[in-house]
């Protein structure tokens, strides 16, 4: 699994690339940690490239909305495939995240 | 039918090689593509159980996968020799999760048809998965 960041003015643009199982969950939450730490206050999680979640990686997820808000950060999730949108849904974490179709949706969602 | 038996070792690192020869196996089912994709993940989601708790940080061992797709069904077994779980304690979780853990053996049992354990050995845990194809149950 890959992770990307690309900071703008508007918010820090995460991009996930592969498998997000047990293993690499914790690579992930590492990274989004690094968000927090620094209180990003807009965060968007770009799942295109995700082949694969489990639940291990909606735990990390699970996480950092904790973290992000504790001090009023905010988070979405935008670019889902079918089988990770399933996984939202079934878990009912659909009525918690924010989930969009594109980039400039997901920021819509944030303000 | 059709068989495929898959062993790994109880290290997550091997649960993408998992995946990679389940969805092997997968790719001549005549399931949904979504529900293929539940599979990957509910079988998953067991061997993640299997290596984190079972085993858990101080034991090693292998977890063996079988996969049986008959006529009417799919089967997925699977075996380890750790410590042994107790299926029954572990509670329904409240959705949505507030807390980062304990959807695994939602998501698994939301998955499938049926999840039974076999409480028979003296050592580790067995798991069976099972989906049955539509009109069949």
């Known amino acids: 699994m890959k992770v990307q960041i690309k900071s703008s003015a508007e918010a820090d643009n995460v991009v996930l690339q592969g498998e997000v199982d047990f293993q690499t969950a914790a690579d992930l939450r590492q990274e989004l940690q690094k968000l927090t730490a620094r209180r990003s206050p807009k965060i968007l999680i770009d799942l295109k490239k995700v082949s694969y979640i489990d639940s291990s990686g909606l735990a990390a997820f699970v996480g950092v909305l904790q973290s992000t808000k504790s001090y009023g950060g905010k988070i979405a999730f935008f670019n889902l495939n079918e089988g990770v949108r399933d996984i939202f849904r079934i878990s009912k974490l659909d009525s918690v995240f924010p989930l969009a179709t594109n980039e400039k949706e997901a920021l819509s969602l944030l303000v | ?137």
């Open chain 2, 1 to 137: 039918m059709r068989r495929k038996k898959i062993t790994i070792q109880s290290d997550t690192r091997q649960l993408k090689t998992l995946r990679k020869k389940l969805r092997s196996f997968l790719a001549k089912s005549d399931f949904p593509k979504k529900q293929k994709w539940r599979f990957v993940m509910a079988v998953g989601e067991a061997c993640t159980n299997s290596i984190q708790h079972s085993y858990g940080k101080t034991r090693c061992g292998p977890v063996r996968i079988e996969a049986i797709e008959s006529k009417d069904k799919i089967v997925f077994k699977i075996r380890d020799y750790g410590k042994k779980f107790k299926l029954k304690k572990i509670k329904s979780p409240k959705l949505p999760r507030r807390k980062p853990h304990g959807l695994g053996i939602y998501f698994i049992k939301t998955f499938m048809d049926e999840l039974k354990y076999n409480n028979a050995h003296a050592r580790g845990n067995e798991l069976t998965l099972i989906k049955y194809k539509r009109g069949a149950k």
